[in-house]
């Protein structure tokens, strides 16, 4: 069974550009749940998704949204982007709850500069 | 809202010594409690989890950790290192319906000396 995939893995952007960041979860998971990371802060939630609908939205402006498609693959977009936007953006998976395991992705390290 | 915190940012132990990593949350209802671990390039992965029974829970790798809900604490423990347990360990909780999230700690470094 394929792991929860994130694309792309790495990406170097400017401050003031867009980025949209991919994620495929595990097949048959329906919640797909993003996350911030950063060394000084840890683990932030960003948002969660279930069957295309936006469940929870953690405490982040809105140049951070987010969309999950039929197919339960999920997109983040990050608008106008800022020099703090540099951290690893990390994508999970789960059959129907958060409080179920969670099944991570390795990640995308975006790096604003 | 809720959080999560743990109390050590890095633990260095020599192999054989033993673990035990704190972990606090501030939540007065229903809780299920979480360890995430990282190893170094790997993808975070679950290490153990509790949701109720008893409040001492066994996980993968030797991992254990015990829930003392008066002291709204989940502690990590492990009788004796090694070397390859070295990764960052997250705490994590879960308060309930509609919440739809898990509240990560910041994590806490471990590296275990050969």
């Known amino acids: 069974k394929a792991g929860v995939t994130q694309t792309p893995r790495y990406l170097i952007k400017t401050r003031g550009q867009q980025v949209t960041l991919s994620c495929s979860p595990i097949?048959?998971?329906?919640?797909v749940s993003w996350y911030q990371q950063t060394p000084g802060q840890g683990l932030q939630f960003l948002f969660e998704?279930?069957?295309?609908?936006?469940?929870n939205k953690g405490n982040f402006p809105g140049r951070f949204s987010g969309r999950q498609f039929s197919n339960s693959r999920s997109e983040m977009n990050v608008s106008t982007l800022e020099l703090g936007d540099s951290a690893l953006y990390l994508c999970a998976s789960s059959l129907d709850k958060a409080n179920e395991k969670l099944f991570f992705g390795s990640g995308t390290q975006l790096s604003v500069l | 809202a809720q959080s999560v915190s743990q109390h050590n940012h890095h633990v260095i132990l020599s192999e054989a010594a033993s673990l035990e990593l704190g972990c606090n949350y501030s939540y007065g209802g229903t809780v299920n409690l979480f360890w995430y671990v990282q190893y170094p390039g790997q993808h975070l992965q679950l290490l153990l989890k509790?949701?109720?029974?008893?409040?001492l829970v066994k996980g993968i790798k030797g991992f254990e950790a015990e829930f003392i809900k008066s002291k709204f604490s989940f502690n990590l423990r492990k009788p004796s290192v090694q070397w390859s347990d070295t990764a960052e360990y997250f705490c994590?909780?879960?308060?309930?319906?509609?919440?739809?999230?898990?509240?990560f700690g910041k994590g806490t470094k471990l590296s275990v000396i050969p």
């Open positions: 097949s048959g998971h329906r919640s």
């Open positions: 998704y279930f069957s295309e609908t936006q469940r």
């Open positions: 994590a909780v879960y308060s309930g319906a509609g919440s739809y999230q898990l509240t």
């Open positions: 509790y949701f109720s029974g008893d409040p």
